[in-house]
């Protein structure tokens, strides 16, 4: 806890999950708008591929130009912190939590797909589901609605959620608004199309590092939590033939402790992508988003549990 003796530490945890449960994510001045319109500027600049092509602009320039525009942004947003904390003390931790966690906006959004989606009404479906997701949603059908939202939900619930947490045990503030931060530049920046493949390949390594072992922990609160059986064994035999190493065992265990069908076809920007299956049994339905935020529900619990328990112990 890097900054911050336990005391402090319980403080500035039990008052982010106080203001994350009575208002959930700020709806106004969240300083990741700012952030991301930062990156936006930031990335226009740094990166020429949005340009007509230069002359002598090599990929491995290109990466570079990357590499210092994440650590230009990173770093300001750091020192800033650092700034805030030397006159609210505890308090900025506190904060740098309850910004980063998104756990009401996450089930807030969920709940809006499931809901059109019982009532059968499709494009209000899809247009919730749009909101959370990068894939085309304009021709998805039921199925595929569901599926989005709830390789959505297991996702997301490991990336803004879990994975806060772990850094904010570790590290406090300092390293849940780092975590933040790369997943975020993840988000804009990462994407393997031709303007980002290279520009955005630092800030996609970064996050995957940072995410390595929440991702891990996700998987294994799923699976102990769902059928514990076919999620180790959907994470053992299907993670791995899944692009993302962070993804693929927070989504294949999930599915396997729901007991739904996940993956298959997707469009993204423009291009169909194949995908492998992940979990096991029948295809997920509008009822299953709603057993997706149970399961992360759950597991939010039990962490916190665990976190509150460790503290007080050191206390």
Request: aromatic letters at 10%.
């Amino acid at each position: 806890m890097l900054n911050l003796n336990p005391t402090h530490w319980l403080f500035a945890f039990a008052l982010a999950l106080l203001l994350e449960l009575c208002l959930g994510e700020p709806k106004r001045f969240h300083p990741l708008v700012g952030f991301g319109w930062l990156a936006s500027k930031l990335e226009r600049r740094f990166n020429p591929a949005h340009l007509s092509q230069i002359a002598g602009q090599s990929n491995l320039h290109n990466i570079l130009r990357g590499a210092l525009a994440w650590l230009l942004l990173t770093g300001a947003s750091l020192a800033a912190f650092a700034l805030l904390k030397n006159f609210t003390g505890w308090l900025a931790d506190a904060l740098a939590l309850w910004f980063a966690l998104g756990a009401r906006s996450l089930f807030e959004h969920v709940r809006a797909i499931a809901q059109p989606l019982s009532a059968g009404d499709l494009p209000a479906a899809r247009l919730a589901v749009s909101r959370i997701v990068s894939r085309n949603c304009t021709e998805l059908d039921e199925t595929g609605v569901a599926k989005a939202g709830l390789e959505s939900t297991l996702e997301n619930g490991a990336d803004a959620i879990f994975a806060s947490l772990f850094f904010f045990a570790l590290f406090g503030g300092y390293g849940v608004l780092l975590h933040r931060l790369a997943n975020t530049l993840d988000a804009m920046w990462g994407y393997k199309t031709p303007r980002l493949f290279h520009f955005g390949r630092i800030a996609a390594r970064a996050d995957d590092v940072l995410n390595f072992i929440p991702a891990r922990l996700t998987a294994l609160s799923y699976a102990l939590l769902g059928h514990s059986r076919s999620a180790f064994s959907c994470w053992q035999n299907q993670a791995p033939l899944w692009d993302s190493p962070n993804a693929g065992p927070v989504m294949a265990s999930g599915a396997g402790a729901l007991q739904v069908s996940l993956g298959g076809e997707a469009t993204y920007h423009g291009e169909i992508h194949s995908r492998p299956q992940l979990g096991c049994g029948p295809v997920p339905s509008a009822h299953d988003l709603q057993r997706g935020i149970v399961l992360v529900q759950k597991t939010l619990a039990l962490w916190i549990a665990l976190l509150f328990g460790g503290s007080l112990w050191m206390l």
